[in-house]
Nanobody
Framework: QVQLVESGGGLVQSGGSLRLSCAAS????????MGWYRQAPGKQRELVAD???????NYGDSAKGRFTISRDNAKNTVYLQMNSLKPEDTAVYYC???????????????WGQGTRVTVSS
């Protein structure tokens, strides 16, 4: 099937930066979109940013002006550069991808296991 492997989370001070990476692998035929969501304790999962196959980019309100999403199609990898981090950015960040596989032409959602980002004040 498909695996999404995230890396790059950790502990950072307020105002600092982190870069998250997510690589998709497996029985991939095509990728429609890749992106990042996050979930803070007691809150719903929310969109951080995603990038569509035609290079359309969507940012959640919390990410605008501070985070930048990019994608390397040759590596099936999406990146999230996070600058000017704030304590309220503390959350588990999940990679998401909409993928069709060699065994199924239908688009399906896949999720990574999550990577924790903690921003100290």
């Amino acid at each position: 099937q498909v695996q999404l492997v995230e890396s790059g989370g950790g502990l950072v001070q307020s105002g600092g930066s982190l870069r998250l990476s997510c690589a998709a692998s497996g029985n991939i035929f095509n990728i429609y979109a890749m992106g990042w969501y996050r979930q803070a304790p007691g809150k719903q999962r929310e969109l951080v940013a995603d990038i569509i196959s035609d290079d359309r980019i969507n940012y959640g309100d919390s990410a605008k002006g501070r985070f930048t999403i990019s994608r390397d199609n040759a590596k099936n990898t999406v990146y999230l550069q996070m600058n000017s981090l704030k304590p309220e950015d503390t959350a588990v960040y999940y990679c998401n991808a909409v993928i069709s596989t060699l065994s199924s032409p239908d688009w399906a959602d896949y999720w990574g296991q999550g990577t924790r980002v903690t921003v100290s004040s």
